[in-house]
């Protein structure tokens, strides 16, 4: 039970209640935007390579990247797969024009990209880039409802290369794509961790990293790892939305060499996720180091963070891992750097790689574990206000494994490497360290009031597992099949107001009026709205119960009421008189008696619980005890409102003598 350490006796007390609602389904159809460029008919032939699906600044966009051998004005024609006739592209198709420039010397060639916008959802596309005569192949991808629930994946280290076999590196990249989009064809997202190749500039390893077929249908978030930043050919094939490209998001300061860097940032279905190039960590090398990555983490979270009901950062370098690079100086310097500020920032959850190990952090705020109770591999964690759970993702491909290392003697905090109190042979920041030499990947399932974070096995000891095949791995996995779980924790989301409520008082001492949000403080979901005839949308639902307890000898009167604000989804909003309610005595105490009924303003005006609104009260003189008050909650609202998926916070306010 989440309940109030400050429940006054005289004045009033504030807590707040999130409320939730409402996908009103009004068939928003997002036009394709209008200057589209004219296909252009060039004579010259190009060889077009390495074409890959990524991420657009939201979901109504894809990037499409690519290679060409010539140096040609090129373009991205795109059509409803419906649309399309024996494959080919009807007049109605249209084309999006591409930027790019040279190859650095050592690749060759030319880069291409193009942004493919006002996509709608529940669609499927194809697609092809080159010019008229030139066209590649189709490819296809496919939109899905743009509110509501989804899932990612996340992949942490194919690193092509690293076990000096090419080819059952790209096999086992391969399967793991193949293992983990089989079990979640419809995963929206596909995260990187980092490292795509081993040698940023190696082109043969970029096409083994590329060979999946589904990159050019799921779209891939590019994360630059410390093996990608020494060359441009990560950011040559892989162009991201949103990205500031100075001198400050480089490891060296500057952009124009060769190497590649930026941090950039994009909103899918209300989760805001933040990418950061971590190889830039230390102003002492010339670009911003740690510090400008937190400016520029604050100023997207101030710019974009209500646009968002999540907030998912990405880097490559782990700070909490358990395994080789636990102990690295780099990564204690960002231990220490990032910590408060992602907590401060309200961050949901970070997504590293980099040690080849997977793990998952205990609740971390202000660099210490949250809750010191929290216990090893807990399968629900509450973060509280600050709380943020770190991940660390093995490698996808089985390329590289690194052995979990064992803690010191430096603490259990900030830098510190010591041991976990609750097990020894952990790291202290850790909840569950797992290396058993196959491959595995993350799933994220994104729940309107829950994330659930999966790790999944892709492979088993056999091939293909290329560091267990070159014996530079021992495989220690038991027997687990494909698609068996490594671990498993639901993240419950914080919506109090403020950190007191979180403190856990389960009753009022002797002598005194307080109340509490009786049991977790989920979030109030009314669901998806009700469409009456196109006249009005309704949603119902009830409040958690808010326990009451008076035990005062003056057996003066109480009251508890609560107004709600208007609703918003981004910058979209309707008022919160729209939203009626009927108070209840959900069990019965303390002079308890429900307030009035209080109808929507869409019924015959009024102002609804614009205003505050009493939920229940007592009379002086009345009994002492306990109460639990409720309300079922009535929602109309007009069928002028766009859809959405909005939210208010109901503010509840108590009153005593
Ligand atoms: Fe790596």
Request: glycine share 12%.
């Amino acid at each position: 039970m989440r309940t109030s350490n400050s429940a006054s006796a005289l004045g009033p007390v504030r807590r707040r209640v999130v409320a939730s609602t409402v996908a009103a389904f009004l068939g928003l159809g997002v036009a394709f935007g209008s200057g589209l460029a004219a296909p252009a008919f060039a004579a010259d032939s190009a060889t077009l390579s390495g074409i890959i699906l990524g991420v657009g600044s939201n979901e109504t966009q894809r990037i499409v990247t690519w290679y060409s051998s010539a140096d040609t004005a090129q373009q991205v024609q795109l059509a409803p797969t419906s649309s399309l006739v024996d494959g080919a592209f009807p007049a109605s198709a249209v084309t999006f024009a591409a930027s790019g420039a040279a190859n650095i010397a050592t690749s060759g060639g030319f880069n291409r990209h193009a942004t493919l916008t006002g996509l709608k959802e529940n669609t499927g596309y194809s697609y092809r880039v080159g010019f008229e005569g030139n066209w590649s192949s189709a490819y296809a991808f496919k939109t899905q409802s743009f509110e509501g629930d989804y899932d990612f994946l996340f992949y942490g280290d194919p690193q092509i290369g690293s076990s000096g076999n090419l080819a059952k590196d790209q096999a086992g990249w391969v399967d793991t794509v193949n293992v983990s989009l089989a079990a979640n064809p419809n995963a929206e997202i596909l995260v990187s961790g980092g490292d795509q190749v081993e040698t940023a500039n190696t082109e043969a390893q970029w096409d083994s990293f590329l060979a999946p077929t589904q990159l050019k249908s799921y779209p891939w978030a590019a994360t630059i790892g410390n093996h990608d930043v020494g060359g441009k050919a990560y950011e040559q094939h892989l162009y991201t939305p949103n990205t500031d490209r100075s001198g400050a998001y480089y490891s060296n300061g500057t952009p124009s060499s060769n190497t590649s860097g930026g941090d950039y940032w994009y909103i899918y279905k209300d989760t805001l996720f933040i990418d950061l190039n971590s190889n830039s960590y230390a102003t002492a090398q010339g670009g911003g180091g740690d510090a400008a990555h937190l400016a520029y983490v604050t100023d997207v979270i101030n710019q974009h963070g209500t646009e968002a009901k999540w907030k998912v950062l990405v880097y490559h370098h782990a700070i909490y891992s358990p395994a080789d690079h636990a102990k690295d100086a780099d990564n204690k310097i960002r231990r220490v750097d990032f910590s408060q500020k992602f907590s401060d920032l309200g961050v949901d959850l970070v997504l590293q790689g980099h040690d080849h190990s997977y793990s998952r952090s205990y609740l971390i705020k202000n660099g210490a574990k949250a809750d010191a109770t929290e216990q090893p591999g807990a399968a629900d964690v509450y973060p509280g206000p600050g709380g943020v759970l770190y991940v660390t993702a093995n490698s996808a491909s089985g390329s590289k494994y690194y052995d979990i290392t064992q803690p010191d003697n430096s603490g259990t905090s900030g830098a510190g490497n010591g041991a976990d109190p609750l097990d020894a042979g952990k790291y202290w920041y850790n909840s569950v360290q797992n290396q058993e030499h196959v491959r595995s990947y993350v799933k994220v399932e994104v729940r309107n009031d829950k994330l659930v974070v999966q790790d999944l096995r892709s492979g088993t000891c056999a091939a293909p597992n290329a560091a267990v095949e070159l014996a530079k791995s021992p495989c220690t996995e038991t027997g687990q099949a494909v698609g068996s779980i490594v671990d498993k924790v639901t993240v419950h989301p914080y919506h109090g107001s403020g950190q007191d409520i979180q403190v856990n008082v389960p009753n009022a001492a002797p002598g005194e009026f307080g109340w509490t949000i009786d049991g977790y403080n989920g979030l109030v979901d009314l669901g998806t709205a009700v469409d009456h005839n196109g006249d009005y949308f309704e949603a119902t639902g009830s409040i958690n119960p808010i326990a009451v307890s008076d035990s005062r000898r003056s057996l003066a009167p109480w009251s508890i009421s609560a107004g709600v604000s208007d609703f918003k989804d981004g910058a979209k909003t309707f008022s919160g008189s729209y939203l009626g309610w009927t108070p209840k005595v959900v069990t019965a105490g303390a002079g308890a008696k429900a307030g009035a009924a209080v109808g929507s303003a869409y019924d015959g005006g009024g102002q609804g619980l614009s205003v505050s609104r009493g939920l229940g009260s007592a009379d002086q003189g009345h009994a002492r005890g306990t109460a639990k008050l409720g309300a079922d909650l009535d929602l109309k609202i007009p069928g002028s409102v766009d859809k959405g998926n909005y939210r208010a916070t109901l503010t509840i306010t108590a009153l005593s003598s």
